[in-house]
Every structure is written in structure tokens, then in C-alpha cells.
């Protein structure tokens, strides 16, 4: 099975300001990884799909970048929207979620 | 639009088997373009993946729960289910319906998942 790992697990970031998290995979699972967004009472949102690629109706800010076992999501300005656990997904390999990274208001 | 809804018992006991099904609207389970899968979440071990279901009936399970489910579908109804064997208090967790377009993939729509608790 390939673990995910994600950090920092809590992150606390100012409206406006750039949040970058991270995902790293136990083994090489090329650009095979996805994003999602999750607020609380709500179900994952696929925010990005083969490591970089936004799906439909996700805004330009949200950014995803890494190939192999180090991956990136970045959030260039904060929104009050944007607050919420996200989530990265291989499925090179099966499927396997990382343990999350919870963005709070800072 | 695609809906999915995730139904179920609620509790049920340890040893038990759990049973639950996601009725999909605005959609058809029948389409070739898409695989239906099952997905849970709990505080301690996140999302995992429990499974997935081809509309002709091919199913794929995680290796590690693969000995306790088994998935179905009912095209006539639109609905798939799941059904979980010898359940434990670790099986308590918010079982999730999903979509996705190919069996190694991303799910691109979600049910509002339907809360399991394993308790006697």
C-alpha cells in the first residue's frame, strides 16, 4: 500500500496571505495525485487531478505542482472560503488518501 | 445534476454485518464512462477506500478489507451497495458514495456520507 503523508497537519495562515501544503508519497506514483478540499459537514471536494491539472470550476488560485513522491498545493491569496481540511489522493496504485492539513485562520 | 445519497442503519453490532446503499439521481450507475465506489472516513484513519463497482457488476476492493466486503449493484433501481462483514468498533466512521471515472482515479462527485457507529 502506498502511504500518504501530509504537513504540516495544521496550518495557520492570514486572509490574503499564501498557503503551501504538502504530500509525500511512501513510493513513486508519478503525477497520479489529487487534491480535495473538505469543510466541516460537507463531503471532499476535488479541487486538483494529475498533480496540476484544476477541475472544472476551481479557481486560479489554487495550484497544484509535484510529480513522483513530493507534491504541492498552494492557495496564493487566502479567501475566508478557502479555510478547510484538504486532502491529497494517489491513484497510481490503488487508491489512498493522506491524514489531511487543516488550514485555520491564523 | 448528480446526486448521490448514502442510506444505512445507523448502529450496528459488533460481529454484524453492515449494509448500506447509495441511491444515485440525475444519473444514470449504468453508464460505462464512470465506476461507483465507496469511501469512509473516521478520526483515526482518515479516507480510506473500500471499494469500487463497474455497472456490470465488476468490483475491486482494498487488499485490506477485501476478505469482509462485497459490493452489488441494482441498475432497475439506480442504487449500488455495500455490504461489510464481522464489523468492530474500528469500522464506526462516515461511509461516503462517490463517483469516479476510472477505477484508478479521482471522485468527482460525493454523497453527504451516512454515519456507521459499531457499538452493542
Given at each position: 500500500e502506498i502511504v500518504m503523508t501530509q504537513s504540516p497537519a495544521t496550518l495557520s495562515v492570514s486572509p490574503g496571505e499564501r498557503a503551501t501544503l504538502s504530500c509525500r508519497a511512501s513510493?513513486?506514483?508519478?503525477?497520479?495525485l489529487a487534491w480535495y478540499q473538505q469543510k466541516p459537514g460537507q463531503a471532499p471536494r476535488l479541487l486538483i487531478?494529475?498533480?496540476?491539472t484544476r477541475a472544472?470550476?476551481?479557481?486560479?488560485?489554487f495550484s497544484g505542482s509535484g510529480s513522483g513522491t513530493q507534491f504541492t498545493l498552494t492557495i496564493s491569496s487566502l479567501q475566508s472560503e478557502d479555510f478547510a481540511v484538504y486532502f491529497c489522493q494517489q491513484y497510481n496504485n490503488w487508491l489512498t488518501f493522506g491524514g489531511g492539513t487543516k488550514v485555520e485562520i491564523k | 445534476q448528480l446526486q448521490l445519497q448514502e442510506s444505512g442503519p445507523g448502529l450496528v453490532k459488533p460481529s454484524e454485518t453492515l449494509s448500506l446503499t447509495c441511491t444515485v439521481s440525475g444519473?444514470?450507475?449504468?453508464?460505462?464512462?464512470y465506476y461507483w465506489g465507496w469511501i469512509r472516513q473516521s478520526p483515526g484513519k482518515g479516507l480510506e477506500w473500500i471499494g469500487s463497482i463497474y455497472y456490470v457488476g465488476n468490483t475491486f476492493y482494498n487488499p485490506s478489507l477485501q476478505s469482509r466486503v462485497t459490493m452489488s449493484v441494482d441498475t432497475s433501481k439506480n442504487q449500488f451497495y455495500l455490504s461489510l462483514s464481522s464489523?468492530?468498533?474500528?469500522?464506526t466512521a462516515l461511509y461516503y458514495c462517490a463517483r469516479h471515472e476510472s477505477l484508478l482515479g479521482t471522485f468527482d462527485s460525493w454523497g453527504q456520507g451516512t454515519l456507521l457507529t459499531v457499538s452493542s
Amino acid at each position: 500500500e502506498i502511504v500518504m503523508t501530509q504537513s504540516p497537519a495544521t496550518l495557520s495562515v492570514s486572509p490574503g496571505e499564501r498557503a503551501t501544503l504538502s504530500c509525500r508519497a511512501s513510493q513513486s506514483v508519478d503525477i497520479n495525485l489529487a487534491w480535495y478540499q473538505q469543510k466541516p459537514g460537507q463531503a471532499p471536494r476535488l479541487l486538483i487531478y494529475g498533480a496540476s491539472t484544476r477541475a472544472t470550476g476551481i479557481p486560479a488560485r489554487f495550484s497544484g505542482s509535484g510529480s513522483g513522491t513530493q507534491f504541492t498545493l498552494t492557495i496564493s491569496s487566502l479567501q475566508s472560503e478557502d479555510f478547510a481540511v484538504y486532502f491529497c489522493q494517489q491513484y497510481n496504485n490503488w487508491l489512498t488518501f493522506g491524514g489531511g492539513t487543516k488550514v485555520e485562520i491564523k | 445534476q448528480l446526486q448521490l445519497q448514502e442510506s444505512g442503519p445507523g448502529l450496528v453490532k459488533p460481529s454484524e454485518t453492515l449494509s448500506l446503499t447509495c441511491t444515485v439521481s440525475g444519473g444514470s450507475v449504468s453508464s460505462s464512462s464512470y465506476y461507483w465506489g465507496w469511501i469512509r472516513q473516521s478520526p483515526g484513519k482518515g479516507l480510506e477506500w473500500i471499494g469500487s463497482i463497474y455497472y456490470v457488476g465488476n468490483t475491486f476492493y482494498n487488499p485490506s478489507l477485501q476478505s469482509r466486503v462485497t459490493m452489488s449493484v441494482d441498475t432497475s433501481k439506480n442504487q449500488f451497495y455495500l455490504s461489510l462483514s464481522s464489523v468492530t468498533a474500528a469500522d464506526t466512521a462516515l461511509y461516503y458514495c462517490a463517483r469516479h471515472e476510472s477505477l484508478l482515479g479521482t471522485f468527482d462527485s460525493w454523497g453527504q456520507g451516512t454515519l456507521l457507529t459499531v457499538s452493542s
